[in-house]
């Protein structure tokens, strides 16, 4: 079964980090793009982060870019989201998901890990 | 305010077929981007419903269908049930934007 496992959300203060971990199974993690999508609560979805499949290539949304961080490692099968500087308006759930073919679509969606950044 | 235009919410009684519109503009949709659909169910991770306009995946039921025109898509649902309760989104690739990812901003669908 395809599975992906988010975890690393929590509390944590304004100007804070955290790093979000998305352990995949059943499949070849190192075939696929990968993405991180986040939802504010009560809003709608929102594209953060892409890493390619070998990981020599990232994109950022303009709201992250400078501090938020995307890699991957292969030989564990798992995408990671390095979060430093993090803001009140960080506040949501966020998804890892896993490219259709390269193409963003996101094809299997992680169960989410919800960050929540408050003093 | 998203790029692609949805209606906030729809609904229709069980068996009904009831649509929902996503609306772009000629950088986006217009351009000859594919448009995605997702539906998140409550209190769940989003899941594919539709890619590349009208296609479905493995275990979507074939009462979903995608199609598009000029500057917009929709997504129909025929034979309705209670279970369809959800959020949608669009989702397509904008080239006037640094970051070309682009999702609608939901409709609700309420079965009544």
């Known amino acids: 079964e395809v599975q992906l496992v988010e975890s690393g959300g929590g509390l944590v203060q304004p100007g804070g980090s955290l790093r979000l971990s998305c352990a995949a199974s059943?499949?070849?993690?190192?075939?696929?793009?990968m993405h991180w999508v986040r939802q504010a609560p009560g809003k709608g979805l929102v594209w953060v982060s892409r890493i390619n499949s070998d990981g020599s290539s990232t994109s950022y949304a303009d709201s992250v870019k400078g501090r938020f961080t995307i890699s991957r490692d292969n030989a564990k099968n798992t995408l990671y989201l390095q979060m430093n500087s993090l803001r009140a308006e960080d506040t949501a759930e966020y998804y890892c998901?896993?490219?259709?073919?390269?193409?963003?679509?996101?094809?299997?969606w992680g169960q989410g890990t919800l960050v929540t950044v408050s003093s | 305010q998203s790029v692609l235009t949805q209606p906030p919410s729809v609904s229709g009684a069980p068996g009904q077929r009831v649509t929902i519109s996503c609306t772009g503009s000629s950088s986006n949709i217009g351009a000859g981007y594919d448009v995605h659909w997702y539906q998140q169910l409550p209190g769940t991770a989003p899941k594919l419903l539709i890619y590349g306009n009208n296609n479905r995946p493995s275990g979507v039921p074939d009462r979903f269908s995608g199609s598009k025109s000029g500057t917009s898509a929709s997504l129909a649902i025929t034979g309705l049930q209670a279970e369809d309760e959800a959020d949608y989104y669009c989702q397509s690739y904008d080239s006037s934007l640094s970051v070309p990812v682009v999702f609608g901003g939901g409709t609700k669908l309420t079965v009544l």
């Open positions: 059943g499949f070849t993690f190192s075939s696929y793009w």
């Open positions: 998901a896993r490219d259709l073919s390269s193409i963003t679509i996101f094809g299997v």
